[in-house]
């Protein structure tokens, strides 16, 4: 059994051995150590193997040496108060702070020409009873007022550091205890990544913020996607629906029923019901099919909402990882992991049922060529021919080719940079930093998108790709 051990160490000699000294004691296998004081002085991660019994005991002796974190921990409020430009201004207000015996984290202050200084402090505080008084005290020596504190910055909060800022992400995104937990785990992966690319650690954290508040900022009526209606032969129309963030849903009502490609973020999933209910009349009494490109977390989010899921082998055995709480495919990838994990989190993603699955075909051995033909699906009148990629994006990716359509659906093997909107652009800039590239083999996902294009029989033909809008391809 493996176990991450997310501990607060004094800032003391001997600190990391006593609690070497309770693992070694135990039996227990330690796999990996992260520590950077300059993001926080005393948080330390511990990887362990071994018995699930002595991870158990482990847990408990090093609760009670106080090694484990306290969720009554408490958090940093930035204050910002407005003194006078002249010496011993500060003064009182130090003295009130030694008073209630906060901890101070954090301090800037600079003159501005003016006859006042904007003088901030960081506070850590345990009690919201205390800073309540505080601020009332505070409030009869000068200005007052409580700003958002952006830990971010090039000055990080040194002392409590990770606390602070999954706290601030799970209030904003609704996570309890234990999302908040392995949000501080995954941060912290990401960090040890991209430091040993010599990225400052400020700007990753800025970046999974910028994630965690592009998923929440068009929650509920701030969810307008762009749509767009494409004609297609026989009378048909493809629908595209794209969110501000998450990939495209993509429709064509049929006579039969409704075909959807790909279904976006889980955290939408309310949102997206209600603007297909709007598009469609009956949307829930109307048999209705997902089609995934493949099975990356912003793909799948209404693959309950449907009455069946065509997927690959690949796809399945991926989903099949995650019911029995293994790593699926993408998190396989060590540089990928903590991304794919930080935005199950976020996005409240549950694995979809494997009832609902059809698999189309494939195998979960690695394909031999760049696409391969794997079967073929009719639905509704219409015939996908449905290829499997190499896996130069994600093991298990899909494209499915309508001829007489003249469409096809690529997932993110393509995807239409020049075409995003301004919200979409912005939300696709985070995931390559923090996975360092959103692509498992960026030199195999060419060599499938040069493949794709050679299937195509010569002319015009509409290719969707999964973010952005769709694009008009000339083969031959």
């Not at 913020?209 to 494409?230: C, D, S």
């Not at 049929?254 to 997206?272: M, N, V």
Request: charged share 20%; proline share 6%.
């Amino acid at each position: 059994m493996k176990k991450t051990f997310t501990t607060i160490l004094p800032d003391k000699v001997g600190s990391f051995c006593a609690a070497s000294r309770i693992l070694a004691g135990l039996g227990l296998n330690i796999t990996r150590v992260s520590y950077n004081k300059a993001v926080d002085t005393h948080t330390l991660f511990i990887d362990v193997d071994g018995d699930p019994a002595a991870i158990q005991q482990a847990a408990r002796q090093l609760e009670e040496i106080g090694y484990l974190q306290n969720k009554n921990r408490g958090n940093v409020i930035l204050i910002e108060f407005l003194l006078r430009d002249r010496p011993g201004a500060v003064q009182p207000i130090l003295e009130l702070t030694s008073r209630y015996r906060f901890n101070i984290s954090y301090i800037s202050a600079q003159e501005n020409g003016t006859p006042y200084q904007h003088f901030r402090m960081g506070l850590f505080v345990e009690n919201p009873e205390d800073i309540s008084s505080f601020l009332q005290q505070a409030a009869r020596l000068c200005d007052v007022r409580v700003i958002n504190y952006n830990p971010t910055g090039k000055v990080l909060d040194n002392t409590v550091f990770y606390m602070s800022f999954a706290s601030r992400i799970a209030e904003q995104n609704r996570l309890d205890e234990e999302e908040k937990a392995r949000l501080i785990v995954e941060s912290n992966r990401i960090m040890e990544l991209l430091n040993q690319q010599n990225k400052p650690p400020y700007k990753t954290f800025d970046y999974i913020g910028k994630f965690a508040e592009g998923l929440m900022k068009y929650r509920g009526a701030a969810y307008q996607p762009r749509v767009t209606g494409h004609p297609l032969a026989g009378g048909l129309k493809l629908t595209v629906v794209e969110p501000p963030s998450g990939s495209n849903l993509c429709l064509i009502r049929t006579g039969a029923g409704l075909l959807c490609f790909d279904s976006g973020f889980p955290c939408y999933g309310g949102e997206s019901l209600d603007c297909l209910r709007g598009l469609y009349s009956g949307f829930d009494s109307l048999p209705r099919d997902l089609l995934l490109t493949h099975a990356d977390v912003d793909h799948v989010g209404l693959a309950g909402s449907f009455d069946r899921v065509f997927l690959s082998r690949k796809c399945y055995d991926n989903f099949v990882c995650e019911s029995r709480g293994q790593p699926n495919l993408r998190e396989q990838n060590p540089a990928h992991a903590p991304y794919v994990r930080i935005s199950k989190i976020l996005s409240h993603y549950k694995p979809p049922e494997l009832e609902k699955m059809r698999i189309i075909g494939g195998d979960s051995a690695p394909c031999r060529q760049p696409v391969e033909a794997i079967g073929a699906l009719e639905l509704g009148g219409l015939t996908f021919e449905v290829y499997e990629g190499a896996g130069g994006h994600i093991a298990g990716e899909v494209v499915y080719i309508e001829r007489r359509l003249r469409v096809l659906f690529t997932g993110d093997l393509f995807v239409n940079i020049k075409g995003f909107m301004p919200q979409q652009a912005q939300f696709n800039r985070v995931a390559p930093y923090l996975m360092t590239s959103v692509d498992t083999d960026p030199a195999l996902a060419a060599g499938e998108r040069q493949a794709i294009l050679k299937l195509l029989d010569p002319g015009p033909w509409l290719l969707v790709g999964g973010h952005g809008a769709p694009m008009t391809v000339t083969a031959g």
